[in-house]
Protein backbone atom coordinates (compact mmCIF):
# COMPACT_ATOMS: atom_id res chain seq x y z
CA UNK A 1 0.00 0.00 0.00
CA UNK A 2 1.46 3.51 -0.83
CA UNK A 3 1.07 6.12 1.36
CA UNK A 4 -0.57 9.50 0.85
CA UNK A 5 2.23 12.27 -0.44
CA UNK A 6 0.93 15.86 0.44
CA UNK A 7 0.33 18.31 -2.58
CA UNK A 8 2.15 20.91 -2.69
CA UNK A 9 1.59 24.06 -5.50
CA UNK A 10 4.25 24.24 -8.27
CA UNK A 11 5.78 27.22 -10.13
CA UNK A 12 6.39 30.90 -8.57
CA UNK A 13 3.51 31.12 -5.98
CA UNK A 14 5.23 27.88 -4.19
CA UNK A 15 8.26 30.20 -3.75
CA UNK A 16 5.71 32.59 -2.45
CA UNK A 17 3.50 30.76 -0.29
CA UNK A 18 5.96 28.55 1.62
CA UNK A 19 8.56 31.02 2.38
CA UNK A 20 8.72 32.90 6.08
CA UNK A 21 8.70 36.56 5.34
CA UNK A 22 10.05 38.82 7.74
CA UNK A 23 9.70 42.10 5.48
CA UNK A 24 7.61 44.00 7.89
CA UNK A 25 9.56 43.17 11.31
CA UNK A 26 12.65 44.05 9.73
CA UNK A 27 11.37 47.53 8.30
CA UNK A 28 9.82 48.65 11.24
CA UNK A 29 13.44 47.59 13.41
CA UNK A 30 15.30 49.47 10.41
CA UNK A 31 12.87 52.51 10.80
CA UNK A 32 12.92 52.25 14.49
CA UNK A 33 17.12 52.14 14.61
CA UNK A 34 16.73 54.98 11.91
CA UNK A 35 14.09 57.20 14.06
CA UNK A 36 16.90 57.70 16.83
CA UNK A 37 19.30 59.13 14.00
CA UNK A 38 16.49 61.18 12.74
CA UNK A 39 14.17 61.53 15.67
CA UNK A 40 13.23 65.26 15.29
CA UNK A 41 10.82 63.81 12.63
CA UNK A 42 7.62 62.24 13.53
CA UNK A 43 6.98 60.30 10.78
CA UNK A 44 9.65 57.41 10.83
CA UNK A 45 8.88 56.70 14.00
CA UNK A 46 5.30 56.61 12.83
CA UNK A 47 5.92 54.17 10.44
CA UNK A 48 8.34 51.99 12.50
CA UNK A 49 5.17 51.38 15.05
CA UNK A 50 3.42 51.30 11.81
CA UNK A 51 5.17 48.38 10.09
CA UNK A 52 6.36 46.96 14.09
CA UNK A 53 2.04 46.47 14.17
CA UNK A 54 1.39 44.87 10.50
CA UNK A 55 4.54 42.33 10.73
CA UNK A 56 3.47 41.39 14.33
CA UNK A 57 -0.67 40.36 12.87
CA UNK A 58 0.96 38.78 9.44
CA UNK A 59 4.40 37.37 10.13
CA UNK A 60 5.02 35.77 13.52
CA UNK A 61 8.03 34.45 12.55
CA UNK A 62 9.55 38.34 12.96
CA UNK A 63 7.65 38.71 16.27
CA UNK A 64 10.72 40.39 18.19
CA UNK A 65 12.17 42.72 15.29
CA UNK A 66 8.60 44.18 15.47
CA UNK A 67 8.24 44.55 18.51
CA UNK A 68 11.79 46.17 19.03
CA UNK A 69 10.58 48.24 15.75
CA UNK A 70 7.46 49.09 17.77
CA UNK A 71 9.47 50.22 21.36
CA UNK A 72 12.12 52.26 19.79
CA UNK A 73 9.89 54.26 17.44
CA UNK A 74 7.26 54.53 20.56
CA UNK A 75 10.34 55.92 22.41
CA UNK A 76 11.44 58.33 19.72
CA UNK A 77 8.21 59.40 19.13
CA UNK A 78 7.68 60.56 23.18
CA UNK A 79 10.70 61.77 23.85
CA UNK A 80 10.13 65.17 22.30
CA UNK A 81 6.85 65.46 23.79
CA UNK A 82 8.77 64.82 27.66
CA UNK A 83 11.20 67.02 26.94
CA UNK A 84 8.88 70.25 25.56
CA UNK A 85 7.09 69.06 29.02
CA UNK A 86 9.60 68.83 30.79
CA UNK A 87 10.87 72.40 29.79
CA UNK A 88 7.69 74.08 30.27
CA UNK A 89 7.72 72.81 33.76
CA UNK A 90 11.41 74.11 34.13
CA UNK A 91 10.78 77.33 32.24
CA UNK A 92 7.35 78.56 33.41
CA UNK A 93 8.15 79.55 36.88
CA UNK A 94 11.09 81.48 35.46
CA UNK A 95 8.89 83.17 33.08
CA UNK A 96 6.68 84.48 35.95
CA UNK A 97 9.18 85.25 38.15
CA UNK A 98 10.62 87.73 35.11
CA UNK A 99 7.36 88.51 34.41
CA UNK A 100 7.13 89.77 38.57
CA UNK A 101 10.44 91.15 39.09
CA UNK A 102 10.66 92.97 35.76
Known sequence: ????????PQGPAAAVSTTDTRLFG???LVLGIASIVVGHTVL????A????IIGLRREPASRAFSVWGI???S???ALP????????AVLAPLAALAVFFG
Not at 1 to 8: G, K, L, R
Not at 81 to 88: M, N, R, Y
Open 1 to 8: MSTAQPIT
Open 81 to 88: VLIVAIGV
Open 49 to 52: IVLG
Open 71 to 73: VLG
Open 75 to 77: VML
Open 44 to 47: VPVA
Open 26 to 28: ILS
